[in-house]
């Protein structure tokens, strides 16, 4: 039996170690869609990490109950009904915000971090140790979206939240708030994490 | 066979409690969100039509100065918006939404007309999947302010309404600035508009005229 490693590691693995988006290059469809303003990026952040961490402590509690050969299908209704439940207070509580997100908030039940976090882990262990990778791993989701959002917000708009922060001659990167301005900053930034922070990637080979 | 049941069984359990969840935080929310969709669709006629709703105003506040001052009128396949001043009794003006192909796909607008038929007083672009920051920026207040006041009279009754042209070259009251940077876009808006204020002028005005 391996040891359980201790939470401070679980989390501080999800978060950075083995980070969803630089490391596992899981989340892309998302992290593509909603970074062009720091906004919209703030609320699939908070609806990503409440439904990845409650799925994970759900699927945990359920773990003993749940016979093997069902247990996607149990994850997949976990994790709908979170996202669900997070759409609904949009809708109802931030509908501007909602009509921007689009389809991106129910494509969060998509997203294989959080399916991948309930059947590597959750599933597996006790839903402490659960929550925690749960909390760690979606914050290591949305502090990589918000670095992006906020450059691609500052160079597309000039702007974050919606403030101006450059000169006015200041001549806007239209390219950064496009598809392919994500894809050019999410490249470039698991290139600058890896090259400073190659051993730990290495480690893993 | 034992474990087969067992299965079905706990499925069915867990899917039970789950969406009964589901179901009944929709159920709570239900009005809030149907108010919100209705708000936001109601904004956009009470925009062009010029019809003040107090600044920061909540959904509910919209849906209220909707149904006091705007009716909506079927004429065949067109809803009409009429909007009614305050009073309640003369008409202010007409609204109907005007959809077509933009650049990379469907651009929907709100057009709101004076009662006489002879002028636009506003016009708002609410739905489009133009490039951000380019083609998107026909949703900017400078962009649609300058179609209000535009006469809707043509040189022979024919022609166009108005033209687009690159921003500070403009000569005429017929010409609007387009957006900087694009032209597909601005295009798009001018041959759109053109072809329904068209259609709008000759087919439903005298619709409107029959029914009221």
Do not use: H
């Amino acid at each position: 039996m391996p040891v359980l490693p201790s939470n401070k590691e679980i989390f501080k693995k999800g978060l950075w170690i083995e980070n969803p988006v630089l490391r596992q290059v899981l989340g892309i469809c998302s992290t593509l869609a909603v970074t062009n303003l720091v906004v919209n990026t703030l609320v699939m952040n908070a609806g990503l990490i409440f439904t990845l961490v409650m799925s994970s402590w759900t699927v945990s509690l359920l773990r003993n109950y749940t016979p093997d050969r069902i247990r996607m299908m149990v994850q997949m209704l976990v994790i709908s009904s979170y996202v669900i439940i997070v759409d609904i207070f949009i809708k109802a509580y931030l509908p501007d915000i909602s009509v921007a997100l689009g389809p991106y908030v129910g494509l969060i039940i998509t997203n294989c971090i959080v399916m991948g976090r309930c059947e590597a882990f959750a599933r597996l262990n006790p839903p402490v140790p659960a929550l925690l990778d749960g909390l760690g791993t979606s914050l290591g989701y949305s502090f990589v979206l918000l670095i992006i959002a906020v450059v691609r917000e500052t160079l597309g708009f000039g702007t974050i939240l919606g403030i101006q922060i450059m000169p006015d001659g200041f001549v806007k990167w239209t390219i950064m708030i496009m598809a392919p301005g994500a894809f050019f900053m999410l490249g470039i930034f698991i290139w600058i994490v890896r090259s400073f922070y190659p051993q730990i990637y290495e480690e893993k080979g | 066979m034992k474990k087969g049941l067992y299965s079905v069984i706990y499925m069915f359990i867990v899917t039970l409690c789950f969406t009964s969840v589901v179901s009944g935080v929709r159920l709570l929310n239900e009005e809030k969100i149907l108010t919100n969709i209705e708000a936001r669709r109601q904004s956009v006629i009470l925009d062009v039509l010029k019809i003040k709703v107090g600044a920061g105003a909540g959904p509910e506040e919209i849906v209220r100065v909707f149904a006091k001052n705007v009716k909506p009128l079927r004429l065949n396949e067109d809803t009409i918006y009429i909007g009614y001043d305050d009073d309640g009794l003369s008409v202010k003006g007409y609204a109907f939404s005007v959809t077509g192909p933009g650049f990379w796909g469907p651009i929907s607008s709100m057009v709101g007309i004076d009662k006489e038929y002879s002028r636009i007083i506003g016009i708002n672009f609410f739905d489009n999947v133009e490039t951000p920051g380019l083609g998107a920026r026909i949703t900017e207040d400078w962009f649609q302010a300058q179609f209000t006041g535009l006469p809707l009279e043509r040189k022979d009754g024919r022609g166009r309404f108005f033209t687009l042209k690159q921003a500070g070259t403009r000569k005429t009251l017929k010409e609007l600035d387009a957006v900087t940077g694009a032209t597909q876009t601005s295009e798009a808006v001018d041959k759109l508009l053109n072809k329904e204020l068209n259609r709008f002028v000759q087919e439903v005005v005298p619709l409107i005229r029959k029914e009221i």
